[in-house]
């Protein structure tokens, strides 16, 4: 078996984890607070990273300049991400959410515009606009053209969840220059964990821990170790091997493993205005990668 094969196959399994996990996840909203999840979610990854890190020969201790960085990295890519995402999934559905996250790579590119001055094209501009728009619908439409105060909630918290992964790439841009993944990760949950265990430390001594676990172990390791842990490093081995756009098409293809699993749960499915939002964003997406097909044609043209 082939390298890239491998590298296309862990993309895959990754892109099935992180689906199952919006399932896994709206059933943990609906009966453990915001601030234990992302307790057990950081604290488990940062034990996990930690080991290796240790093993890890690319480890390089940070200067204050770049701690600084992993500090603020942390704070908008770990902690308000996860809180806004937990938070979220109380008040929207699993699909709503797996949908409204398809719009991070519009996100990404205007905020790359804004703070590496990075030119929009003509397609760039039609595709964040797209992107936009339907991101916009899917936050706001909620059938039947109700407005439901309560899933808008949701949505808008899901939508800031997204916001601020997209910034935290941003920021982690400059800084996977120079340390390995393990080492970024590492030195990002550590950062997250030190500012979480102060702020949650009332709640986790009156929170019930053994009816927790005793009822939601596996909930709980999945989003810690399946997730956080497993579904990451897949997707770092897929992107060692192949090029960023064909990492990012396995992103597009969560969705659809959410609508498939909707279909095994017999859970209800996206209505035609919000399926044809998320091909809006889908769209945007397309036209915002273009310039990127045609320059990787060139490039493969000029090397043939």
Known sequence: MSEKLKAHIALFVSAVLFAINYWVSDDLTNHIATLP??????????????????????????????????????????????????SGLKYTSAIDAATIHVSNPIIVITLSAIFLKIKLTKNKLLGVALGALGALILILYQGNYKSDLSSIKGNMMIFGNTFAYALFLIILKSLLKKYS??????????????????????????????????????????????????????????????????VSFYVYLQPVFAYIIAIILGEQLPSFVKVMATLTIISGVVLVNTDKFKEHKKLKGMNS
Do not use: C
């Not at 600084?68 to 991400?81: E, M, V």
């Open 37 to 86: 999840l992302v307790f057990f979610r950081t604290i488990g990854a940062a034990f996990l990273f930690g080991i290796l890190y240790y093993f890890d020969k690319e480890k390089i201790m940070p200067n204050k300049k770049d701690l600084g960085l992993f500090a603020f990295a942390a704070l908008f890519g770990i902690l308000l991400n996860q809180f806004l995402f937990f």
């Open 181 to 246: 993944h393990i080492a970024a990760m590492f030195w990002l949950h550590i950062f997250s964990s030190s500012f979480l265990i102060p702020v949650s430390f009332n709640t986790l001594i009156q929170f019930n821990w053994y009816e927790v676990f005793s009822q939601y172990w596996f909930s709980i390791f999945y989003i810690v170790v399946m997730l956080t842990f497993i579904a990451y490093l897949l997707n770092m081995y897929g992107l060692k091997r192949l090029s960023p756009t064909s």
